[in-house]
């Protein structure tokens, strides 16, 4: 395995823990309560030798515990993959936002707090508003530095948005797009402002054949926009579209995971965000749209409506 360095980010290194697309489907399967071997195999369509494969690489980074007879094991959260909760809720709010999944429309999300039905929202924990990405800027925290990392790289036709098997379908459009590492550190610098080409090479040196490939699938997904920045030769930046934009408390909520679990020196976090609106330090709050409280795991439930009669009512 060659190697590759690039610019510390807690984004970055989440991703080398769980950012492979079948490591976010088998997370995502285990959250909505699907634990037995099995029962993974069937939901994730995943073949056999690389879900033990991916299962061992979660329970190596204690992602996954493993419990009950060696014959019939169940693998079960633990407190930093729990810690993932407003991770795949922020994928939720995504996925319903873009895309048109009977799915999820069925799914009504209920915080017994206030017992109502909610939308999780990003609040800046802060002053309390909205997160927009595009009102954030950058600072070099406590870690600022390099990070040797692995190069394996992954074929591109893995992350075609058709070939992931999931009957269940909870956020499959966002997995396709983030389980590819490349794919995903270039939306997490395109929220640094950059735009041009040589841009992101410089911060992702890998090879520009990968690099265009993955530029491409981002325009053609409606996450990037190209405009002429010149015309002589023609050349085209890069920008985030408002889906793309709307991403940000996704990857909000993995680099504070990120900055938690995925720390190998303990010098704390390679980055220091502020927002803008407030002028002070950013720390993402997921919280219910209803009460405005904060929404832990073990106060969510769920309800399941008829998508007929969803469509029909219009409520
Ligand atoms: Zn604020
Ligand atoms: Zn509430």
């Known amino acids: 395995m060659t190697e590759l360095t690039t610019r510390a980010s807690s984004i970055n290194r989440a991703l080398d823990q769980i950012g492979d697309k079948w490591c976010l489907l ?25 879900l033990s494969n991916r299962l061992k690489w979660l329970q190596d980074h204690d992602c996954l515990r493993r419990r009950g007879s060696t014959r019939y094991p169940r693998y079960h959260l633990t407190r930093k993959s729990v810690d993932l909760y407003h991770n795949a809720l922020m994928a939720v709010v995504w996925e319903d936002r873009h895309f048109d999944t009977p799915e999820i429309q069925a799914v009504r999300l209920v915080h017994r707090n206030c017992g109502k039905s909610f939308v999780p929202l990003m609040v800046c924990g802060c002053c309390q508003q909205a997160v927009d990405g595009r009102e954030v800027s950058y600072l070099p925290g406590p870690g600022a530095q390099q990070d040797v990392r692995g190069k394996k790289v992954r074929r591109r036709s893995s992350v075609s948005a058709h070939e992931v098997p999931s009957e269940r379908q909870v956020y499959r459009n966002l997995i396709n797009l983030v389980g590819d590492r490349w794919t995903a550190n270039l939306i997490a610098l395109a929220f640094h402002d950059l735009h041009r080409f040589d841009e992101f090479h410089r911060e992702l040196p890998v090879a520009t054949n990968i690099l265009s490939d993955r530029m491409r699938f981002l325009v053609e997904e409606g996450i990037f926009e190209t405009r002429p920045y010149q015309q002589r030769p023609l050349r085209h930046a890069y920008h985030l579209t408002g889906k793309g934009w709307d991403l940000f408390p996704w990857f909000l909520t993995l680099l504070h995971w990120g900055d938690r679990w995925c720390d190998p020196t303990g010098a704390g976090p390679p980055m220091k965000l502020i927002h803008a609106t407030c002028k002070q330090p950013l720390h993402g709050q997921v919280v219910c749209d209803q009460c405005d409280d904060e929404v832990r795991p073990d106060e969510v439930g769920f309800s399941i409506h008829n998508v007929a009669e969803y469509s029909a009512t219009g409520s």
């Open 26 to 50: 088998i997370l995502q399967e285990v959250f909505w309560g699907v634990n037995s071997f099995g029962g993974l195999l069937q939901e994730t369509g995943i073949s056999r030798g690389v």
